[in-house]
């Protein structure tokens, strides 16, 4: 068990925290364009600022509702699964994703809790991916060895 890392409730209050943040500030971004695209010329400005206004926060709870269930499932499938690998994101990305959809149906829940775990087993294998080609960049090596040519008081070869 690590304990290093914040108990489960605070790991998932965070993790809505920062996906809430994380979708605001994008969406801030994103409408913020898209309102300034779509404004007649002199009123840009007050379009970006509405559209900012009227889209940022729901995308931000949007991103927020999504984190905090992942995170949430996530924690449950360490608790029972008892162990800490790659496959306790992609089940927890299969049940958030079949959560999210439940209201349409069984079968709109069970393809986005397909696609959603299909997703997070991308995110997982390209994360593995990078850390054994970074790690391989970290690696100890030996320290260089002097040649005998080279130590002190060593005879010079001659021919």
Same mark, same amino acid.
């Given at each position: 068990?690590?304990?290093?890392?914040?108990?489960?409730?605070?790991?998932?209050?965070?993790?809505?925290?920062?996906?809430?943040?994380?979708?605001?500030?994008?969406?801030?971004?994103?409408?913020?364009?898209?309102?300034? +695209?779509?404004?007649?010329?002199?009123?840009? +400005?007050?379009?970006?600022?509405?559209?900012?206004?009227?889209?940022?926060?729901?995308?931000?709870?949007? &991103?927020?509702?999504?984190?905090?269930?992942?995170?949430? &499932?996530?924690?449950?499938?360490?608790?029972?699964?008892?162990?800490?690998?790659?496959?306790?994101?992609?089940?927890?990305? &299969? &049940?958030?994703?079949?959560?999210?959809?439940?209201?349409?149906?069984?079968?709109?829940?069970?393809?986005?809790?397909?696609?959603?775990?299909?997703?997070?087993?991308?995110?997982?294998?390209?994360?593995?991916?990078?850390? +054994?080609?970074?790690?391989?960049?970290?690696?100890?090596?030996?320290?260089?060895?002097?040649?005998?040519?080279?130590?002190?008081?060593?005879?010079?070869?001659?021919?």
């Amino acid at each position: 068990m690590d304990h290093t890392r914040d108990p489960c409730p605070w790991v998932i209050l965070n993790d809505f925290g920062g996906a809430f943040s994380m979708g605001a500030i994008g969406g801030a971004v994103w409408h913020g364009v898209k309102g300034f +695209r779509n404004s007649p010329t002199g009123e840009r +400005r007050i379009g970006a600022l509405t559209a900012i206004k009227a889209r940022a926060p729901v995308l931000g709870g949007n &991103f927020g509702v999504w984190g905090g269930l992942f995170s949430t &499932f996530d924690c449950a499938v360490k608790g029972v699964r008892q162990k800490e690998d790659p496959y306790n994101a992609i089940i927890a990305g &299969f &049940f958030t994703g079949g959560a999210l959809a439940v209201r349409g149906g069984v079968k709109a829940a069970r393809n986005s809790a397909i696609g959603c775990a299909c997703l997070l087993a991308i995110i997982e294998g390209v994360g593995i991916g990078l850390n +054994r080609v970074m790690a391989s960049n970290n690696m100890p090596q030996n320290p260089q060895l002097p040649s005998e040519s080279s130590k002190v008081g060593a005879p010079a070869m001659s021919a």
